[in-house]
């Protein structure tokens, strides 16, 4: 039971993560650059998960979701089952709700590069694709790998949304958080300890290992 | 200024010399009944009471941390007597208000009746088993009739109603009194799946406790219990 519930949390931040990183690199590439009007709105839309409760976001997945909808029914249509209650519909919820803590990091990432360095590029005959692959993005890295941990993190550390929308289906939709849930709503406090202080000192390693890794290659550009 | 401080404090002190409004810890598919009775009861008793509605789970926590609730309806029978036994309770101060009933929700052609879930693949919908009571009535059922698909747990039996509202699955099973108005109701016989006891615990004891649960027992209250999905209890 634990077993499964580790492995499809890995599995689900890990789909997460990756499927944010491909969405969000170009997103935070633009906003880092652009001068559009847009840019102010595109930002909020960014951040509202940050503020909202996973309560308003749960609602209208949930809705989204059901077959009354459009949405719901062209998912149906197309992959013969609904998208409630199952692992993609969670990457969704969990893609939305991690989606400031991807995009973030790496615009910073975008900002500090300064425009010199494509210009540069440019001067020299690089195409933007090319500036963007071979000297944007290594140049990125340390923003990267910022954006992939909390990314992870974040999602891993999700309970509201997959509350709302889950299902609680062991092995498919009973993440770490809703199973640690379950235990303490039941009394089971021998299990609920085991889950919580796993999730505590794994989060903290993480964290601990970003953190380390930041404080380094922030003391090797200085030196 | 000084006035309508000192008019103030004089509101204040008078709103607690009135005899204060009998508090009611309900667990959260039990509330629309006690809603309902609230009118006729004042009507009925000139007295009142307010609502505090959550899970059973949440409220026993909270009783346990002294919150100040005079009469606790739980939704089984093992909250309020653990209730009994932490808080030092004589007996009697537990009771069976109500007999909850389990209904098979289908909107699935496929499932025309509760013996055709024995070979139906489709996700079925019930209450977490390890927190409602109606869910682990639910779980025993589909194991007694051999379901083997997947189980679609909600948290409780009112966001196991909102999936079936939403269609998000086209068959579950959930308590009577939050299936009112969905499509497609059937009722099961009660003989198939273990006996649903709600109790109710009175924390503390007063005369406006003692005639809510007078009140209770009248033909009238009976009736609404009835409407909302619920067996009263036999009489001891």
């Given amino acids: ?223 | 200024m000084v006035k309508r401080l000192l008019a103030g404090v004089w509101l204040l002190s008078a709103a607690v010399w009135a005899e204060p409004p009998l508090t009611v810890a309900v667990t959260a598919s039990f509330k629309p009944v006690l809603e309902a009775l609230s009118e006729p009861f004042t009507q009925a008793s000139g007295r009142s009471f307010r609502l505090v509605s959550a899970s059973t789970g949440v409220l026993s926590q909270q009783i346990l941390s002294g919150a100040p609730f005079d009469v606790f309806f739980a939704a089984d029978r093992a909250h309020p007597q653990q209730l009994l036994k932490a808080l030092g309770l004589p007996d009697d101060r537990v009771q069976t208000y109500a007999l909850g009933t389990l209904v098979l929700v289908t909107q699935d052609p496929a499932v025309k009746s509760l013996a055709d879930l024995r070979d139906y693949t489709g996700r079925v919908i019930i209450a977490n088993p390890l927190q409602a009571p109606y869910g682990a009535a639910a779980d025993q059922l589909l194991d007694q009739l051999g379901y083997s698909g997947t189980r679609v747990r909600a948290n409780n039996v009112s966001q196991a109603r909102q999936y079936l509202s939403l269609n998000l699955a086209a068959v579950g099973l959930t308590a009577a009194s939050v299936a009112q108005d969905l499509p497609g109701v059937q009722s099961i016989d009660p003989a198939l799946y273990p006996v649903l006891e709600q109790q109710l615990v009175v924390l503390r004891r007063s005369d406006q406790a003692v005639a809510l649960l007078a009140f209770l027992q009248t033909a009238p209250a009976v009736q609404v219990l009835r409407d909302f999905g619920y067996r009263e209890p036999a009489q001891p």
């Fill in chain 1, 1 to 223: 039971m634990i077993l499964d519930a580790i492995g499809l949390t890995l599995r689900l931040a890990g789909t997460t993560t990756l499927l944010l990183l491909i969405i969000c690199m170009p997103l935070a590439a633009w906003l880092a650059s652009t001068r559009s009007r847009a840019k102010p709105w595109v930002e909020s839309l960014v951040a509202l998960p940050l503020v909202l409760p996973p309560t308003v976001l749960g609602f209208y997945l949930l809705l989204i979701m059901s077959p009354n909808s459009q949405i719901g029914a062209a998912w149906v249509e197309l992959f013969g089952q609904s998208l409630a209650f199952s692992f993609w519909g969670l990457v969704i919820g969990s893609m939305a709700y991690s989606l400031p803590f991807v995009v973030q990091p790496l615009q910073r990432t975008f900002e500090g590069q300064g425009a010199f360095i494509a210009e540069a590029a440019h001067t020299l005959g690089a195409h933007p694709w090319q500036t963007f692959w071979a000297i944007r993005l290594p140049l990125a890295l340390p923003g990267l790998i910022a954006a992939s941990v909390l990314g992870f993190t974040h999602t891993v550390g999700e309970f509201g949304v997959v509350l709302m929308i889950g299902g609680n289906i062991p092995g498919q939709t009973q993440v770490l958080s809703i199973l640690l849930f379950d235990q303490v709503e039941s009394l089971n406090y021998a299990l609920a300890h085991q889950l919580a202080g796993g999730l505590v000192l794994s989060s903290l390693l993480v964290l601990f290992c970003l953190y380390r890794w930041n404080h380094q290659s922030a003391i090797r550009i200085g030196g």
